[in-house]
């Protein structure tokens, strides 16, 4: 079946560093997705990429969907603490009526 | 709208009792889902559902029951509670492909 693999697993940062998570799919994908989930909150979507190379940003956040359409990458700049989180990236399965999550990636701020 | 709501937020059962965990949604979506996140990591897809009477299993369904008789209701029941399924669950709806999620409920078996 389909997998989804994030990279890294954690990541610990200074406040004011940037941040990179990386997403790959073992099949194409039709979209890509985003969530941020709080300590001890849900996840709350952020974005979906639909298009072959398709660039977007939210303030500091950067999102990426690979040419192949495969792979994404999140990439935030100058963290500050309230990105606290775990950010998940998910791609539909072909039948596109549910969603593959990644493990997600654990990012703490140290102030 | 309320979005996705779950009850109850955090529940102790003893093992082998059972227990329903209710989820509703006022969006009309047709797609619902239930999570288990385990401490630390990912969702796993226990059941989901594509419309009123329509139900499928995910990737972790054992010990766990759905029914969808409305668009707006997707019950989750638990037969037999065990220590394993000790978790947080998320249900989640869908209408254009991305999910919104309910803020969980906290199970712990003991």
């Known amino acids: 079946g389909q997998q989804v693999m994030q990279i890294p697993q954690y990541q610990h940062v200074q406040e004011g560093e940037d941040f990179t998570t990386y997403c790959n799919s073992s099949?194409?994908?039709?979209?890509i997705q985003w969530y941020k989930q709080r300590p001890g909150g849900h996840p709350v979507f952020l974005i979906q990429?639909?298009?072959?190379?398709e660039v977007k940003k939210q303030k500091r956040l950067t999102f990426q969907f690979g040419e192949a359409k495969k792979n994404s990458s999140l990439h935030i700049t100058a963290t500050q603490t309230t990105d606290v989180g775990t950010y998940f990236c998910?791609?539909?399965?072909?039948?596109?009526?549910?969603?593959?999550f990644g493990e997600g990636t654990q990012l703490t701020v140290n102030p | 709208n309320a979005g996705v709501t779950q009850t109850p937020k955090f529940r102790i059962l003893k093992i082998g009792q059972s227990m329903t965990l209710q989820c509703t949604q006022d969006m009309n979506h047709n797609y619902m889902y239930w999570y288990r996140q385990d401490p630390g990591m990912g969702l796993k897809l226990i059941y989901y559902?594509?419309?009123?009477?329509?139900?499928d299993k995910g990737e972790v369904p054992n010990g766990y029951n759905v029914s969808r008789s409305t668009t707006e209701d997707f019950p989750l029941r638990l037969e037999l509670a065990a220590p394993s399924q000790t978790s947080v669950y998320f249900c989640a709806s869908s209408y254009a492909g991305w999910n919104t999620f309910g803020s969980g409920t906290r199970l712990t078996v003991v």
């Open positions: 990429l639909v298009k072959s190379g």
């Open positions: 099949t194409t994908l039709s979209n």
């Open positions: 559902s594509v419309g009123a009477g329509i139900t």
């Open positions: 998910a791609g539909p399965e072909t039948s596109g009526s549910r969603l593959t």
